[in-house]
């Protein structure tokens, strides 16, 4: 229960200052807008502008962790080649003599 409530308070505050860091990023992208002169068109050049930077950090992200994974499958796969050698060295050990089998349980 106590991990759980952790685990919760850890996904709010997480939240939280992503929501906040989206309110700041909001502030700052219609002032650009302002800047560049864009205001007479009001929301609409912002939604489009905002669809797009979403859309392609979207994709920037998925990227990112398809390697991530990638990575950690690849790392499990040379750690379970590892082991299956190191049975084998094992066995080859054991069927010589050198090294008495363990018993089954």
Same mark, same amino acid.
Request: charged residues 25%.
């Given at each position: ?43 609409? $050049?912002?939604? /489009?502008?905002?669809?797009? =930077? @979403?859309?392609? %950090? #979207?994709?920037? $992200?998925?990227? /990112?962790?398809?390697?991530? =994974? @990638?990575?950690? %499958? #690849? ?31």
């Amino acid at each position: 229960m106590k991990k759980e409530m952790i685990d919760k308070f850890a996904m709010f505050i997480t939240t939280a200052f992503a929501f906040a860091a989206g309110m700041a990023w909001n502030e700052a992208i219609k002032r650009l807008l302002e800047m560049l002169g864009l205001t007479q068109y009001g929301p609409f $050049v912002y939604a /489009v502008i905002l669809t797009l =930077v @979403a859309v392609l %950090v #979207t994709i920037w $992200v998925g990227k /990112v962790a398809e390697k991530a =994974v @990638a990575i950690n %499958v #690849t790392e499990e796969l040379k750690n379970a080649i590892k082991a299956e050698k190191l049975k084998q060295e094992l066995r080859k050990v054991t069927e010589k003599g050198m090294m008495p089998l363990p018993k089954k349980k």
